[in-house]
């Protein structure tokens, strides 16, 4: 982990902005390391030291995994020219192709319907949404102490949801039998100096956590995000949308959804009928 | 963060069975502390320090969200007579009463929604399976995050999966808007003395993660696996079932989904059409 970790109140205002902190609480480095998480696209293709890869694995099969049925896969991709398809079905995501760790999280149910079929059984549980939710959330869960535990190396990361964009063909590619679909990819590796971004600010808690109910009275919060968002998009060199603005403009149209409205299609071809 | 911490030899071998650990790499607290979980249902009532919540949602909200869309939410609930009914929904888990802090992580695109009704927009994207999913997984990650930072605490979690065996209620009892709909539920507290149990030994990296593409040949490893599931089973008093027992039990019969065969209708009837 790194040594030189922010202190709490430093660390809230990077996440939240000045002002908009919650209450301060216990601390340590692991909530620091928690805190500065940042997504990095700017990847560089230098090497990780042997046997990275296997402690990563061994973060994500720690965490938990809903009834212990382990729902989910991984696929390590190194092939070039496997790379470069997947990059460009991502968009032309083209850290996918430089990063020295590339890795697709499968929900997966096909190891169970094994063991079951050489047990000469059936798995009624098996055609419902909520085994495909259970083994989504099973590879997400996983992911996340992947993620975890790389920046606990020194390493940055940043996931690829826009696998989704064909997971057909993404399937087609690693040879995926039914009843494993790609969820999302995650690229792992060596920021580039000067590439590490900042922590990007995140809604006020006050929007996101609630007490005892839901509180959908809002509008004050998003009004004071978009201000932070803007100025973060601004330092970054993006463009300088707020949050409002990127929102709409992701979910707005069918062009931004590219393709994903055929997910659903997708995943019941891929062995997943979803009942 | 535990000041003692295991090295990564006995780690491994705890998390995975002596004899089939990955090959060892990098290793440092961080990994120490996720590869020592255990999820907790001993949980006692003790209170966690003022500003636990706070710091967990903190945590929770720094883990990547898809465009940083941020699709989810997270509910506290402290009512006794709301715990004991979700409690109840859940199969009489009586830990969702006991423990001091008990959370309802929700897929949440009402934000969105509001935001784009406020701006006169309409959120094409919403209504797709892909937009669900998406939610689904943030709040997965996000309350990923949250464990790792209670662990590193020192206070243990279990994920409560079973909220799904009725999402209509969960909604209802948590006054949720459409667009919002439980995914499970997260005890967080201090382990009873002597309840803080045994890591629990995962299939080996083997039958997880695959190289390039997809090895399905995995009849030996899962055969190998099956003792070392059922010596952890009778170590930890529960009933000595090898895993394939376990899974055909937990989806071999419509009996066991304990009415998640209707989350499908209850999502949607939540504002999350599946299209």
Not at 172 to 194: S, T
Not at 239 to 253: E, F, H, K, P, S
Not at 268 to 275: E, V
């Amino acid at each position: 982990m790194d040594g030189n970790q922010m202190p709490a109140a430093a660390a809230l205002t990077a996440r939240y902005g000045a002002g908009a902190e919650p209450k301060a609480g216990p601390w340590n480095d692991t909530l620091a390391l928690l805190l500065s998480h940042r997504s990095v696209r700017g990847l560089g293709p230098d090497p990780v030291p042997d046997g990275t890869l296997e402690a990563l694995v061994a973060a994500a099969q720690s965490a938990a995994t809903s009834s212990n049925l382990q729902t989910w896969s991984v696929i390590a991709v190194d092939k070039p020219e496997v790379r470069a398809e997947l990059a460009t079905i991502a968009g032309n995501q083209k850290h996918i192709e430089i990063c020295p760790i590339f890795l697709v999280f499968l929900a997966d149910v096909s190891r169970n319907g094994r063991l079951a079929d050489e047990a000469g059984v059936e798995l009624a549980g098996l055609p419902y949404l909520e085994s495909f939710l259970v083994a989504a959330i099973d590879a997400a869960l996983a992911a996340q102490n992947a993620v975890v535990a790389a920046e606990s190396l020194g390493l940055s990361t940043v996931y690829i949801g826009a696998l989704r964009n064909d997971v057909g063909r993404v399937a087609e590619l690693l040879g995926l039998p039914p009843g494993a679909a790609p969820v999302f990819g995650l690229c792992i590796g060596h920021a580039r100096p000067g590439r590490e971004g900042e922590v990007k600010p995140r809604l006020p808690q006050s929007a996101v956590l609630h007490r005892e109910t839901y509180d959908a009275d809002d509008s004050a919060i998003r009004a004071a995000y978009d201000p932070r968002m803007e100025a973060f998009s601004r330092r970054q060199e993006m463009a300088a949308d707020n949050w409002t603005q990127r929102v709409i403009a992701r979910l707005g149209t069918m062009t931004a959804l590219r393709g994903r409205d055929k997910l659903k299609a997708a995943i019941i071809a891929l062995g997943f009928p979803l009942r």
